[in-house]
């Protein structure tokens, strides 16, 4: 750590950072370490070139996942999270889940256990990455999706165990519902307080960024109680905290002729299925979507599969007191360690770590420098493949080609 670095300090909603921050990093399982590298250079070279020394980031590693577990015992160590609090911001890599067995999810418990209630992640088409759509350049939405409730809690039972006939014997006998005996059995809480909260960050941001509109996506056409209150809950705090800035869209189309007025913000609602079909079909009708955790995660997934994929989709989990910024993609075991996997996603988050703390100059330095880097045709091979003629680069030549361009964006 630089012997000048300092804390970075939130309250009530500020934050005082320091012109040489300590932030801690997690390097991630799986490609974790490789893309880390990558990332990790592009992002302190870009701090050089726009502050010119006068700004540096002190990296502070701290463990979580398998080198959590191998150095200290513990997939997600206390002093992990204590680091986390103290100083404020975090990037991380991808972090292993494994699949209808053992260990919960590490990130769903870092994102639980700091109350990091709105994951945020950003899609929007870069020029030259190829995509199955006609039109790309059309998406430009921001998912804001619900963090820390619904089945991403991880209340369920299996099917034969004992927990599991408590619940099916109350549910029968206290409630004349019947359930049957070989059913795995989950809950799904989504509650009024992280609702509003979730949808009030998205209208705060649409109305920050001038966006047209906030789109609640929901199945509460069906999970009245649930994803229904999770729509009903969005409409009232945006009247309650923001009814001067936004109007619904049946007040558009009632007294507005279908005209949105400039000043303000159209607060819309889909039902989760026809969205996957709107997004394909109409993506240039939405800027800021809100959204219970798994339709979140459904939906922002399909989406950066429009522009490139999870290899280029950065992401956010922010709280009231700190943030953790990671790539939206797995670990992918089977490139760990090969140096081949697309750092972009963890490269772009870093640039959303910067927005943050207010360095916006470095994060635009990044956006336009690897947006030049691929339109040079330099990519990494999950790219390549779908360019003709094309011959990908290694993780780590891309981040060189990244660095290196960083002087070809300023000539220009």
Avoid at 90 to 103: A, C
Avoid at 258 to 273: F, M, Q, Y
Avoid at 307 to 324: D, Q, R, S
Avoid at 364 to 387: F, G, H, S
Wanted: aromatic letters at 8%; one cysteine or more.
């Amino acid at each position: 750590m630089e012997k000048s670095a300092g804390i970075i300090i939130k309250s009530d909603g500020t934050m005082d950072v320091p012109d040489f921050p300590a932030v801690p990093f997690i390097e991630g399982d799986g490609v974790g370490p490789d893309i880390w590298r990558a990332a990790g250079r592009v992002i302190d070279r870009a701090v050089e070139v726009e502050y010119g020394g006068k700004r540096k980031i002190s990296w502070i590693e701290i463990y979580a996942g398998e080198k959590g577990y191998r150095k200290m015992g513990d997939r997600l160590p206390e002093s992990t999270l204590k680091t986390i609090r103290k100083h404020v911001i975090t990037l991380k890599g991808p972090l292993s889940t494994p699949v209808g067995k053992g260990i919960r999810s590490i990130n769903v418990a870092l994102r639980r256990e700091l109350d990091l209630y709105a994951c945020i992640r950003p899609v929007k088409y870069i020029d030259s990455v190829p995509s199955p759509m006609k039109h790309p350049e059309m998406v430009d939405m921001v998912i804001f999706r619900e963090n820390t409730e619904d089945v991403y809690m991880g209340i369920e039972w299996p099917a034969t165990s004992r927990e599991a006939e408590t619940v099916r014997s109350f549910l029968r006998d206290r409630m004349g519902v019947f359930l049957p005996a070989d059913a795995g059995i989950g809950i799904k809480p989504i509650s009024e307080k992280k609702s509003k909260m979730l949808v009030a960050k998205a209208v705060s941001y649409a109305i920050q960024n001038k966006l047209p509109s906030v789109t609640l996506v929901h199945k509460g056409n069906i999970m009245k109680f649930t994803e229904g209150a999770f729509r009903n809950w969005g409409y009232e705090v945006a009247e309650q905290d923001f009814g001067d800035q936004t109007i619904t869209e049946k007040e558009m189309l009632d007294c507005y002729g279908g005209e949105r007025p400039a000043d303000k913000v159209v607060i819309k609602d889909r039902i989760a299925d026809m969205m996957f079909q709107e997004v394909l079909l109409r993506p240039e009708q939405y800027h800021v979507v809100a959204t219970p955790n798994l339709n979140g995660d459904y939906l922002s997934d399909a989406i950066a599969a429009q522009v490139g994929g999870l290899g280029m989709a950065p992401g956010a989990n922010i709280g009231e007191t700190c943030a953790v910024f990671e790539p939206t993609h797995g670990t992918a075991p089977m490139l760990a360690g090969k140096n081949t996997a697309n750092p972009s996603s963890l490269i772009l988050s870093g640039a959303m770590m910067l927005d943050y703390i207010g360095w916006r100059e470095a994060s635009e330095l990044i956006r336009k420098t690897l947006a030049l880097t691929i339109k040079k045709k330099t990519v990494t091979w999950d790219l390549a493949c779908q360019i003709q003629g094309i011959q990908g680069v290694t993780c780590s030549a891309f981040a060189d080609a990244m660095i290196k361009n960083f002087g070809c964006l300023e000539k220009n």
